[in-house]
């Protein structure tokens, strides 16, 4: 039998989580890029077993982040790898808020972490995703060249400029072809 649980934190229990997060990244300050990469990726193997739905899609989450760092063609800028790497600091301690070696719910803390990150950094994993997706369409279409950012960014651009003059011709329709911004 199945049965639903859900609770909501308030701004003071986010507060009191990022509180926890602070801590735990003034504790990782010691570790290096890779030890952070290796415990992240640790935390992620260790939950691929038993562990509730709410906890394995935030893992896939997690997972996400320390593609961000290791992609060599997404090209992350410094601000945004040091802003991935502090968060991902929080993984490197297994007894953090709830230990995680506590039955079912080791990782909630974990999870609930991950979601905190994860909202913090929507726009830069949405943006990694989104280059992520071009990148394999491309590389069904182009094979096995080598996709980066700035082929991503270039590509962007012409759909831009192709939006702005279906958008500007749309306008004209039924006008005169002269352009003319008068």
């Keep these: 039998m199945a049965f639903e649980v859900t609770f ?5 229990d986010i507060e009191h989580f990022r509180g926890v997060m602070k801590k735990a990244q003034q504790g ?8 952070i990469l290796d415990n992240a990726k640790k935390l992620s193997a260790d939950v691929k077993s ?9 893992i896939k989450k997690l997972e996400t982040l320390v593609a961000m760092i290791e992609d060599s063609e997404w090209q992350i800028p410094d601000e945004e790898r040091s802003d991935v790497l ?13 230990p995680d070696h506590i039955p079912a719910l080791g990782f909630l803390d974990d999870a609930i972490m991950i979601e905190l990150v994860a909202e913090e950094l929507t726009d830069d994993i949405d943006a990694f995703n989104e280059f992520c997706a071009y990148r394999e369409r491309e590389k069904e279409r ?6 980066t950012t700035e082929d991503w960014l ?12 279906n958008r500007r011709s749309k306008r004209r329709s039924g006008r005169s072809s002269f352009r003319s911004i008068f």
């Design 86 to 98: 502090a968060a991902l600091a929080y993984f490197s301690d297994p007894e953090d808020l709830v």
């Design 28 to 35: 990782a300050k010691s570790l290096s890029e890779k030890e």
């Design 142 to 147: 182009a094979g096995d060249s080598v996709i």
């Design 154 to 165: 270039d590509a962007k651009r012409r759909e831009l400029h192709s939006r702005m003059r």
């Design 8 to 12: 909501e934190l308030s701004d003071s």
């Design 50 to 58: 038993d562990v509730p739905v709410f906890v394995s899609e935030r």
